[in-house]
């Protein structure tokens, strides 16, 4: 079998099972953007892809995805362990996926070790009666703006990855990249202090099919921050609601300290999600 770079005439000509992994050809963006296919004669039988992301840079993400009539023939291990040799920087490679798939049996079988977990997100917009109501100083995101906004998302996202997977130099551009078309500010709520400047949020990002809502406060040590974070989750459910909305999603991690306590008590249903790293050397995928 023979293992070449990913080009756009395979991708053009590419069997159907390429559709379960987004692609693109190799070296799409820079030397940390990869893609490689595994071929048996004529035949592609892997495709997979590895890239940095531009809101962190510590880690290398990888997908790969094997023809089903190959599968559980050290294929995929073998491709994984391609692109790990094409590494410009000796980084831990990174994936992800909901508990119970087979993507993520497969990277449990490469040595993976859980770095985060997402609580289950399917939340019934009835269940908002569990959370306190809205405070006085809860608003709309309209009050604030797109940028005021945004400068707050990028402030909580720092703080809130920094100890598992720190942001990049220049991470608020990329991560901010296209906010305005995402975000519904109407149903996005915001804490203002005496300043009037944003301490907690809840974002209702609803480029989507299901409104997906991310919050937390501007920073780590807020005080009274779990309140200031329910006011708003509370604030931006009702709204919702008023809208006919029955189910949401909510999308942060278990150690997001002041989002979570909210998150839960509204009985959240779904599968469990995982981000996992995988030390190539420990592996043995890279030798």
């Known amino acids: 079998m023979l293992t070449e770079p990913l080009t756009q005439a395979d991708l053009d000509g590419g069997p159907s099972w390429f559709s379960e992994v987004e692609l693109r050809a190799d070296r799409w963006r820079d030397e940390h953007t990869r893609s490689l296919v595994i071929r048996d004669g004529e035949k592609i039988v892997a495709v997979g892809s590895m890239w940095t992301s531009r809101v962190h840079g510590d880690r290398y993400w990888f997908a790969v995805v094997v023809d089903r009539e190959r599968r559980r023939q050290g294929i995929g291990r073998q491709l994984v362990g391609e692109l790990a040799r094409l590494r410009p920087q000796p980084l831990p490679l990174m994936t992800r996926g ?44 309209t009050a604030v703006g797109i940028e005021m906004l945004g400068a707050a998302w990028a402030g909580a996202y720092e703080w809130t990855h920094e100890d598992w997977s720190p942001t990049a130099p220049g991470f608020a551009g990329p991560l901010l990249e296209g906010l305005e078309d995402e975000v519904d500010l109407e149903a996005t709520s915001v804490t203002l202090d005496g300043a009037g400047s944003v301490s907690a949020m809840c974002v209702a990002f609803t480029d989507d099919k299901t ?25 931006s459910l009702d709204v919702m609601a008023g809208r006919g909305v029955g189910a949401i999603q909510m999308d942060g991690h278990v150690s997001d300290p002041h989002w979570l306590p909210a998150w839960i008590r509204l009985a959240p249903t779904g599968p469990w999600f995982r981000l996992l790293e995988i030390d190539p050397a420990a592996g043995g995928l890279h030798r």
């Open 98 to 141: 909901f508990v119970g798939t087979p993507e993520l049996a497969f990277a449990d079988a490469l040595g993976a070790r859980t770095i985060q977990v997402v609580p289950p997100m399917e939340v019934d917009v009835a269940h908002r009666d569990r959370l306190r109501e809205p405070t006085p100083q809860t608003t709309s995101g």
């Open 211 to 235: 409104p997906v809502l991310c919050g937390e406060t501007t920073v780590r040590d807020a005080p009274d921050g779990e309140r200031l974070v329910e006011s708003c989750l509370r604030r």
